[in-house]
């Protein structure tokens, strides 16, 4: 106990100074975690009804602010990490601002989104009650190498995680893991309605073998099918045919098929943990408020024309958001960066077809890669109008140049960081992580 006290201190101490000089959300949780090294299990003991992980290559922070957005519609008290900390160590930085010195959490549940390989650090130090596994897709291959070791990440995850595991039906590489499972723990499926089936390829990586030898899964009253209306509006059927019930029609602030997935598993899993308490009203009336996390899709008012921040990492992230929005006649920027945190292997850029924005063509590449981006644009006969790698430059001239109309820009997670940063000082926003 006094050790954990102890750790409180520290982690918050540490905190406060890494606010205070605008440092990495890590720091705190690595001093907290050096006083006590079993904080994490210290911290999340009085946690009852659920200690959840949020994993899978793609929709880790839409998903789960969806999920925590219906649990609390429905009463209960949620603790969820930002976005930008989904390392252990991150996720402990996040709990300290609402520790009290006894260094227990007080909350209902916790929703974690969690990195695919911290996610089974996490489960060493506390194992989740539920897992919900979104997708594996090849991402930043310098990080995680080839898609089958992040298959058996999620694998590992599932195997430790002690009540229930929410996966997608339609993924090859996630729907084989039910297979392995302890005895007792409960699968749920989320996935496509039959009627939307044909969409399924826009999804999936060129390079996504078939796995042929595993079976379908049988599915039932109680697992999500999403049926599109429109590009933002939605029902949720549980049960192929709605014989379990539905859930909308419900329209989102986030347009598009991965935001409707991801709201359809986020619907599922919350049935899961409530159980009969689940009302679907109350799913819609959560899911119509949740606005768009930054960079994925949030649409910025600059001066007085719409701005679209759209973060992509990875080919399938890319060809879902070209899908989505590329094909819209709006201006167009891109920014690539290779730091750490985007992955340091852009060759990536090769996997992802730009041909919907030959039309038009593109205003704009920055970043550090801004001149691979240009490149890779010219292969497929995209038009680049200017390039310019300083970010802060190239945002400055894309908004000048552009003035008056709609606006896009694509791009990877430390440079929609940046961007972001810059656009809340021009525009009076609130700053990444206040909402969180």
Known sequence: MLRTTAAVLAGKAARTAARLRGGGSAMPGLVAERVDPGFLAHALADVRDGIVVVTGTNGKTTTTKMLVAILRAHGRRVFTNPTGSNFTRGVISSMLGELPLRGRLRADMAVLELDEAHALKFAAAVAPTHALLLNVARDQLDRFAEIDHTARLLASLAAVTTDGVVLNVDDSFVNRIAADLADGVEVRWFGLDQSIADRLPELQEADVRDLGDTPIPVTGERDGFLRPVDD????????????????????????????????????????MLLGDTFSPDMAAAALATVQPPFGRGEVIDADGRPLELVLVKNPAGFTVALGTYGASPVATMIAINDDYADGRDVSWLYDVSFDSLRERGVALTSGVRAYDMALRLQYDDVAVDAIEPGLDAALTRFLDETRGEPARIFCTYTAMMALRRTLAARYDLPEIGEDA
Do not use: D, K
């Open 232 to 271: 933002r509006e939605l029902e949720i059927l549980f049960g192929r045919e709605g014989e379990g019930g539905r859930v909308g029609p419900v329209a989102l602030r986030q347009r598009g098929l991965a935001a409707m997935i991801n709201a359809t598993a986020a619907t599922t899993t919350a049935r």
